[in-house]
């Protein structure tokens, strides 16, 4: 179990700039990878994008090239700077940790998220 928070949301003109930051406390080290989700109003949540312990990260088709995602190991930290922002990139944006522990015959899993925050791009 590790307990996820979130930072940086906020109101942002259109092509602006925001960086969300997640810090996660408990067991850091069996997390495999982070990410962000987000979840726009009347619509399901949706992958943005995420990051392995290694560093391999993966985007949506439509953040690609506006957005980056970044671990800090370390400390169990992650950030998506958020560039270029669009008015439908206005949304409540989740933090995510998949973790994994306990021996290969039997490995236990859990996903873990934080409460969101709020991300809103308007002229």
């Known amino acids: 179990q590790v307990t996820l928070v979130e930072s940086g949301g906020g109101l942002v003109r259109p092509g602006g700039s925001l960086r969300l930051s997640c810090v996660a406390s408990?067991?850091?080290?069996?997390?495999?990878?982070m990410g962000w989700y987000r979840q726009p109003p009347g619509k399901e949540r949706e992958l943005v994008a995420s990051i392995t312990s290694r560093g391999n990260a993966n985007y949506a088709d439509y953040v690609k090239g506006r957005f980056t995602i970044s671990m800090e190991n370390a400390k169990g930290t992650v950030h998506l700077q958020m560039n270029s922002l669009k008015p439908e990139d206005t949304a409540v944006y989740f933090c995510n940790a998949d973790q994994s522990w306990g021996p290969v015959e039997k490995v236990y899993k859990h996903q873990s998220w934080g409460q969101g925050t709020q991300v809103t791009v308007s002229s």
């Open positions: 408990g067991r850091i080290r069996s997390i495999d990878a």
